[in-house]
């Protein structure tokens, strides 16, 4: 079976700060990985995923992250941040070959002016 | 591409009655629909995953008498909440899985907001 645990459930930050948001999993086999953003009300986007292939991986609206095989983390990144960045973001993992997603707690995102 | 859509987005009912919730793919054929339930400010919980023309499978402690779920195209599948009950309230999302070329992904439904009096 997959876990995940996202290390931090609020990150508060300043608008163009860098940001990284935490996530590490568990799995004794290989696995997909997925970063989702969830907007108050909404359901979930997908920001990006790793599948194969090059460990950093670029996403939509400027994020991207590092699948790190040694560590089982997979860290979601910007370098600069903006307040409509401000959303609830979940990591997910599955199975290579299996259909269930397995989501870490969430963090939330907070952007100050 | 890789749309899915919910409707209704948000339903108020009185306790007793069922609802239906519908999640359709818009512009890919779903092999496999997941539907979540999201209680506020907690993660999504996995409530059941259905294949087009097949049962579903439910998770461990969810009633399957109650929650009946439908997947009769590779387009549409359907939640019912059969005799809702306030505790029933909570967001309900669903996902779709697409053939080949989309890759192992989920793709979320906007999610609908069911309300129990």
């Known amino acids: 079976a997959q876990s995940v645990t996202q290390l931090d459930s609020q990150v508060p930050v300043f608008e163009e700060a860098p940001v990284e948001l935490r996530c590490n999993y568990s799995?004794?086999?290989?696995?997909?990985l997925f970063w989702y953003v969830q907007y108050p009300n909404q359901g979930l986007q997908l920001l990006l995923k790793?599948?194969?292939?090059?460990?950093l991986v670029k996403g939509i609206n400027g994020f991207e992250a590092e699948f790190n095989k040694s560590q089982t983390s997979f860290h979601l990144r910007k370098p600069s941040v903006h307040i409509s960045d401000t959303a609830e973001y979940f990591c997910?993992?599955?199975?290579?070959?299996?259909?269930?997603?397995?989501f870490g707690q969430g963090t939330r995102l907070t952007i100050n002016p | 591409g890789a749309v899915v859509s919910q409707h209704p987005s948000w339903v108020i009912c009185k306790s007793g009655t069922s609802v239906k919730i519908e999640c359709r793919s818009l512009?890919?054929?779903?092999?496999?629909m997941f539907w979540y339930r999201q209680f506020p400010k907690q993660s999504l919980m996995l409530m059941a995953t259905?294949?087009?023309?097949?049962?579903?499978?439910?998770e461990q402690g969810v009633e399957k008498d109650k929650f009946l779920i439908n997947h009769a195209s590779l387009t549409l599948s359907t939640l019912t909440v059969t005799s809702a009950h306030p505790e029933d309230s909570s967001f309900y999302i669903c996902?779709?899985?697409?053939?080949?070329?989309?890759?192992?992904?989920?793709?979320f439904g906007p999610g609908t907001r069911l309300t129990v009096l």
């Open positions: 996902s779709a899985r697409g053939q080949r070329g989309l890759g192992d992904t989920q793709y």
């Open positions: 997910a993992v599955s199975a290579q070959g299996a259909q269930k997603l397995v």
């Open positions: 790793y599948l194969s292939g090059s460990t």
């Open positions: 259905s294949n087009e023309g097949s049962k579903a499978t439910y």
């Open positions: 512009d890919f054929q779903a092999t496999t």
């Open positions: 799995s004794s086999v290989s696995v997909y």
